[in-house]
Nanobody, 122 residues
Framework: VQLQASGGGLVQAGGYLRLSCAASGGTFSTYVMGWFRQVSGKEREFVAAIGRRGSTTGYADSVKGRFTISRDNAKNTVFLQMNSLKPEDTAAYYC????????????????WGQGTQVTVSS
């Protein structure tokens, strides 16, 4: 499956962004989807994940209550709604897909999209 992330940009602290990740070339509804982020020079870290039907979600503690992951299987798209953004949320955000259950580790994911940059100014 191929993944294309979009929606990044520059926003002030306290603002919001909505990231999208469009999938093609596979049966989207059979994949667990995740979002990760990476700051240059640091390891890629887990942000959120969602199960195949959208009924199961998981979040990193650092974003819990501020970010919401969702999916539209009819449109082969997963979203990450990011509210109350903080400067420490600045990173390149990546979407990823895996065939098994909710995962929080990069090595558990089989497919990756390119990153979309999110920059939060103070």
């Amino acid at each position: 499956v191929q993944l294309q992330a979009s929606g990044g940009g520059l926003v002030q602290a306290g603002g919001y962004l909505r990231l999208s990740c469009a999938a093609s070339g596979g049966t989207f509804s059979t994949y667990v989807m995740g979002w990760f982020r990476q700051v240059s020079g640091k390891e890629r870290e887990f942000v959120a994940a969602i199960g195949r039907r959208g009924s199961t979600t998981g979040y990193a503690d650092s974003v819990k209550g501020r970010f919401t992951i969702s999916r539209d299987n009819a449109k082969n798209t997963v979203f990450l709604q990011m509210n109350s953004l903080k400067p420490e949320d600045t990173a390149a955000y990546y979407c990823a897909a895996r065939r098994s259950g909710i995962g929080t580790v990069t090595s558990e994911y089989d497919f990756w999209g390119q990153g979309t940059q999110v920059t939060v100014s103070s």
